[in-house]
């Protein structure tokens, strides 16, 4: 069956960067592409980007353009999530989902289960 | 960007009960709405797609309707395992966003 694996959840401090992987099993990593949604306390869901299965080229949300590189790993199947510069309100839960068609424009078909990356100095 | 509106915010139902969940756009999504199901420490599971699709293996008591602005999501008759939250998602206008969730719970 088709699953999304996140890496563990994160303390970082303001100012740091943080990693999240999102490993995928159940079909060809290259033939879809990855979205990135995060869910900050009591606030709605948030998407900030998406990278296709192949080449891997990303698209993102201008809010997040400057701090968030979105890459992949065909080799392994894992997608990744770096974020830099950290504030306190980038505490968040992160998704990573699988984009059903080949935009990043798409209905999010399989979702990981959540990282929750919290910022506190 | 598009503001998606979700009502109620919460809704306490019965089992047995229909549910109709409202997503208002602030702009026209054209057909292009999705409607997920979350559950405390699960991954969000995809039911409807463009309006009206029901995603693979999803019950047929779940149906979506609407176009442009006002979307709904119908559970026709709920059961135990749907009480949960539910979000709506457009992709059609740049960036996507989602809709702040309507919670069905017990009542």
């Known amino acids: 069956q088709i699953q999304l694996v996140q890496s563990g959840s994160e303390v970082k401090k303001p100012g740091a960067s943080v990693r999240v992987s999102c490993r995928i099993s159940?079909?060809?990593?290259?033939?879809?592409?990855i979205s990135w949604v995060r869910q900050a306390p009591g606030q709605g869901l948030e998407w900030m980007g998406w990278i296709s299965g192949s080449p891997g080229s990303a698209t993102y949300h201008p809010k997040f353009q400057d701090r968030v590189t979105l890459t992949t790993d065909p080799s392994t199947s894992t997608a990744y999530m770096e974020m830099r510069s950290l504030r306190s309100d980038d505490t968040a839960v992160y998704y990573c989902?699988?984009?059903?068609?080949?935009?990043?424009?798409?209905?999010?078909?399989?979702w990981g289960q959540g990282t929750l990356v919290t910022v506190s100095s | 960007e598009t503001v998606l509106t979700q009502s109620p915010a919460t809704v306490s139902l019965s089992p047995g009960d229909r549910a109709i969940l409202s997503c208002r756009a602030n702009q026209s999504a054209g057909d292009h709405v999705s409607w997920y199901q979350h559950k405390p420490g699960q991954a969000p599971r995809l039911l409807i797609f463009d309006s009206s699709n029901r995603a693979p293996g999803i019950p047929a008591r779940f149906s979506g309707s609407g176009s442009g602005t006002d979307f709904t999501l119908t559970i026709s008759s709920l059961a135990p395992e749907d009480f949960a939250l539910y979000f709506c998602?457009?992709?059609?206008?740049?960036?996507?966003?989602f809709g702040g969730g309507t919670k069905v719970e017990f009542k």
């Open positions: 989902a699988r984009a059903s068609i080949s935009t990043g424009q798409s209905p999010l078909d399989y």
């Open positions: 998602h457009q992709r059609i206008n740049w960036p996507p966003t």
């Open positions: 159940g079909y060809t990593f290259t033939n879809k592409g």
